[in-house]
């Protein structure tokens, strides 16, 4: 027998009398070509975590450093580096245990170069939206390796080995994210300068005019309760993908997905009208689920990637009125969308909205 | 007077008699020099927004490739290269302007390559995640730009060649986003594989993890949307949304959303999900006007596009609903879950029904067991 089943061996983690033994052994000797130490091998063997072992491995191809170490590199302290990578959302670890990696320590010495150009809380602010949106897009590759990837080697009863391997090649196509993400940064921040042009109101505490508008799903929660999870998940996918193709057709943005409700903005009045009842139109066969909504048009505060103020509110409160298959719109949006634009606005009354002092006449749309 | 002067005048951007013909011929030339055509300058004079054209020009100046390139160089036939593109959240544009960078269209192939390994609803579930995340840091940068490089200027009635060099630098400040995406990406990613094994997760392969799942939000925030300056609206969700996620990532948790004067977190950990909730309301306890309240569940979720569903998260949602200023209400699972931990005090607080759930659940109110 070769040395390094026998050292697998004496560690207790492969045994060559097992129905798997061929099987085991080619997954830890796959795993210590990639560097595993035995150690590694061992904890990760006794979680029966080795996959993800071998994913932790295909992340890191390069040195990782611990906090002191990544500390000296950047040219400040322990305490500073433990500091901004909790702003961008990362765990607190053991000061000892490697974790950075040079690109890490790179980012670190530009926050500071953000603070002074932009100041410290702006520049801190951004730090936390980039790495909240990072772990969100890391999840959610994740998740979908997990459901897709895993499941279907589990359910073929893949061996270790091919498991481990998936991993690995998952992590490559990963590395393909990054790029990804800077095509469609460049793009979007394009729409967002062109924006401002077309936004000469926007006065520069940040507000602007925009269309703001809520669409949920009557039904979703107790549906929600008792459909199975990838049925649930289908009917996720489809209500979210629904939802940002009818907002991305009209130049308009997804501002959040809130389970069963998106809230999206859109440049002028017309265009929010038109994301909104494409969205209910796309819902108007499913057995299921009602699409209703609310739009509202008025100033808001842009910031962090998100809309606050009275607007927001009101197209929210606005929604939760609407019956099933019914778009609710306020009179600004009435007034605000031309006449031509083939939409029909009939009197739905006028309303008390829950946190406003007035009653407000509402008008429920279809198209003409 | 310079033949390039004299272009200008004819393009009616230039007028030598105006009072500001200096520094206008300076921010024309400057323009020009980035690579502007009169074409563009007269577009964007007509707007009002000739420093915006620097930063356009610097972001665009990759940019060399026009759709058919794109498709020799991909074989993706050209609508499939237009839907990507609404796929991550762009409004269909004129295929005849629409210029891309060698690393767009490398881009485009590995979405191809995604697409044959995870299958067509899969991908497009990504992209649209993708490029909803990433359309949120754009619009981040642009208020940060706005707010605090072009509006100081303006104050300070700083000429148009200066605003001009600051779009133009702004583009340079842009350059290091992508690296610190891909930084923070790749971190996260080592910590979701750490955390798989660190709590040992079982392998259901249908999604579902069993985790805290917690609300806090800011009573009576929308009266406070009409009494507070917008800059004071600013610094106070600013200020909330940022401590809820320093303190969940304190805990090992996330912030999955925040939902204006409300956060939505999750936490592997039964007992790091009641610290999450507790911290953040001691950090608005003495605030006068602004209050919070939360809510804490724990239970299996559907984790999917980084996002959590069904109905542990909506039993968290409506827990939270019913907690008085000050308080944090959770369930009978998150208080047998953090049972053994004897950090906090479980005071029972009631069964009460919540709306879309049939039977009533037993309700405790938290605080640490010290206070």
């Known amino acids: ?368 | 007077v310079g033949e390039d002067a004299k272009e200008f005048e004819a393009a009616g951007v230039y007028d030598p008699n105006a009072p500001n013909a200096e520094d206008r011929l300076a921010t024309l030339r400057y323009l020009t020099d980035l690579g502007a055509t009169v074409d563009q300058l007269v577009a964007a004079h007509k707007c009002n927004e000739l420093p915006v054209l620097a930063l356009e020009l610097q972001l665009s100046a990759d940019d060399t490739m026009t759709l058919d390139d794109v498709v020799r160089e991909t074989g993706l036939p050209a609508d499939r290269i237009l839907a990507l593109g609404q796929t991550v959240g762009l409004p269909p544009s004129d295929p005849d302007t629409l210029r891309f960078s060698q690393s767009d269209a490398a881009s485009f192939r590995s979405v191809e390559i995604g697409r044959a390994l995870f299958g067509e609803a899969a991908t497009l579930h990504f992209g649209r995640i993708v490029g909803n995340a990433i359309a949120r840091i754009a619009e981040a940068s642009s208020s940060v730009f706005l707010m605090q490089v072009e509006r100081p200027l303006l104050d300070r009635n700083a000429n148009e060649l200066e605003v001009a060099q600051a779009h133009a630098n702004a583009a340079g400040m842009i350059d290091v986003i992508p690296e610190f995406m891909e930084t923070l990406f790749h971190a996260h990613m080592l910590n979701i594989v750490r955390r798989v094994r660190r709590y040992a997760f079982e392998d259901t392969h249908d999604g579902l993890v069993t985790l805290a799942v917690g609300f806090v939000d800011i009573v009576g925030f929308t009266p406070l949307t009409y009494n507070l300056e917008p800059g004071a609206l600013v610094d106070l969700v600013s200020e909330f949304e940022g401590r809820a996620m320093e303190i969940a990532t304190k805990y090992d948790g996330r912030v999955i959303k925040s939902i204006g004067d409300e956060v939505m977190f999750a936490a592997a950990d039964p007992a790091s999900g009641c610290a999450i909730a507790l911290e953040l309301l001691d950090a608005f306890r003495d605030r006068g006007a602004v209050q919070a309240r939360g809510g804490v569940h724990f239970g299996p979720a559907l984790s999917w596009g980084g996002d959590l569903y069904g109905s542990t998260v909506n039993c968290a949602s409506r827990v939270g609903e019913l907690a008085i200023p000050h308080e944090l209400l959770v369930t009978e699972a998150l208080r047998s879950a953090a049972g053994g931990c004897d950090a906090f005090a479980f005071e029972p607080a009631g069964r009460r029904v919540l709306r879309g759930f049939p039977e009533p659940v037993a309700l405790y109110s938290l605080t640490g067991a010290d206070s």
């Open chain 1, 1 to 368: 027998m070769a040395d390094d089943a026998q050292q697998f061996e004496a560690a207790g983690i492969y045994d060559p009398n097992a129905p798997n033994a061929d099987d085991r052994l080619a997954t830890l000797r796959y795993l210590a070509e990639r560097g595993a130490s035995l150690q590694q091998l061992v904890t990760a063997a006794r979680a029966r975590r080795l996959p993800a072992l071998a994913a932790q491995l295909a992340l890191t191809p390069g040195p990782l450093l611990t906090t002191k170490e990544a500390a000296t590199e950047a040219g400040m302290t322990a305490e500073r580096v433990a500091a901004l990578s909790r702003i961008v959302g990362l765990a607190p670890i053991d000061p000892d245990e490697p974790t950075f990696t040079l690109g890490a320590v790179e980012s670190f010495r530009s926050v500071d170069l953000g603070i002074a150009m932009f100041g410290r809380d702006p520049t801190i602010h951004f730090g936390r939206v980039l790495g909240n949106s990072m772990a969100r897009i890391a999840e959610a590759a994740q998740s979908a390796f997990r459901v897709v990837v895993d499941a279907g080697m589990a359910e073929r009863h893949a061996t270790e080995l091919e498991v481990v391997q998936a991993q690995v090649e998952g992590i490559e196509l990963v590395g393909v994210i990054p790029q990804l993400m800077e095509t469609v940064l460049r793009a979007h921040l394009a729409q967002a300068i062109g924006r401002e042009i077309t936004d000469i109101d926007a006065a520069f505490q940040g507000v602007s005019k925009v269309a703001v508008g809520f669409v949920d799903l009557v039904g979703f929660t107790p549906l929600s309760q008792s459909l199975a999870p990838d049925e649930l998940m289908r009917l996720i996918s489809n209500f979210e993908g629904q939802a940002m193709d009818a907002v991305a057709a009209y130049g308009g943005r997804v501002v959040k997905l809130i389970g069963d409700e998106v809230m999206f903005t859109a440049q002028d009045a017309a265009s929010g009208c038109a994301i909104a009842l494409d969205i209910l139109d796309a819902f108007k066969g499913d057995q299921r689920v009602e699409g209703r909504g609310g739009l509202h048009i008025g100033p808001t505060l842009a910031w962090g990637g998100d809309r606050y103020g009275a607007t927001v509110n009101c197209a929210s409160r606005v929604s939760e009125l609407a019956v099933p298959h019914e778009l609710l719109v306020t009179d600004a949006v009435r007034t605000a969308t031309p006449g031509d634009a083939g939409f029909t606005f009939e009197p739905a009354g006028r309303r008390i909205l829950r946190g406003f002092p007035e009653p407000i006449p509402l008008y429920s749309l279809t198209r003409a």
